[in-house]
């Protein structure tokens, strides 16, 4: 897997602590103490309040003990707090835009950190599979990495299947009542059309399944009104 031996330790010793109690910012936070993720976001004087606060708010959600104040590690302990606050708004569907005034995270560190984050989850599945760990932890990382890799919240996973169809896309779809493939395959053609456009909503009924037929010119049928945007 490619981590270094104190990674793959740290990883292990907090998936054996794992139980249906946790949440995600559990396993966000145990990626995020790990020396494949640094640089961490590092917190700034004027942050520490509000990263104090996101801490209090999780701290039994952790995997790991908290190190003292005094601790060498409690720097990178409370910047992985920060970096784990900044995974669970991208997985809440924050922009890139909102991250780069609330966490002062750039494009381009942005994607740097879900390229480790993947992997690192990737390497938990593999290891919690070896170590025959619960199944539904297992499920739990699975998950997890789908939606960091989108950054989307949980309800989008079912859409996501669907090739073309990103969190943007997904979000729109749910907006407008399908959030499962059921709902699209009831759907009729030109309905779709306006949501996702005439071009993907043909790929969308093809992957379900459904012979594609032209919609004809000048068909309203189902037209969306403007709330639904």
């Keep these: 897997l490619y981590l270094d031996p104190l990674t ?6 907090c998936l054996d602590k794992f139980d249906p109690n946790k949440d995600t910012f559990s396993l966000l936070q145990m990626i995020s103490f790990t020396l494949e993720m640094r640089p961490l976001l590092r917190v700034k004087t004027k942050e520490m309040e509000k990263v104090q606060e996101g801490l209090v708010k999780n701290v039994d959600n ?5 190190p003292t104040s005094f601790s060498l590690d409690y720097d990178d302990f409370i910047n992985s ?3 784990t606050m900044f995974f669970s708004e991208w997985i809440d569907e924050k922009d ?13 560190e942005i994607r740097y950190k879900l390229d480790a984050a993947d992997w690192l989850l990737y390497a938990c599945d593999e290891l919690a599979k070896v170590s025959n ?3 539904e ?19 989008l996973l079912p859409l996501l299947k669907l090739k073309g169809v990103g969190r943007i896309r ?21 309905t779709l059309s306006q949501i996702l456009g005439v071009a993907l909503a043909k790929s969308v009924k093809e992957q379900l399944g459904e012979e594609v037929k032209e919609i004809p010119k000048g068909t309203r049928k189902g037209q969306l009104s403007l709330e639904k945007y």
């Design 8 to 13: 793959a330790r740290h990883l292990l010793d």
């Design 62 to 66: 952790l995997l790991m003990e908290e």
């Design 81 to 83: 707090i920060k970096t």
């Design 96 to 108: 890139e835009d909102f991250l780069l005034e609330n966490y002062d995270i750039r494009p381009g």
């Design 133 to 135: 760990m619960d199944k």
């Design 137 to 155: 932890l297992q499920k739990e990382i699975s998950k997890l990495r789908i939606r960091v890799k989108n950054g989307v919240r949980e309800d």
């Design 170 to 190: 997904a979000r729109k779809l749910v907006s407008n009542g399908h959030s499962d493939l059921g709902s699209l395959k009831k759907v009729d053609l030109t």
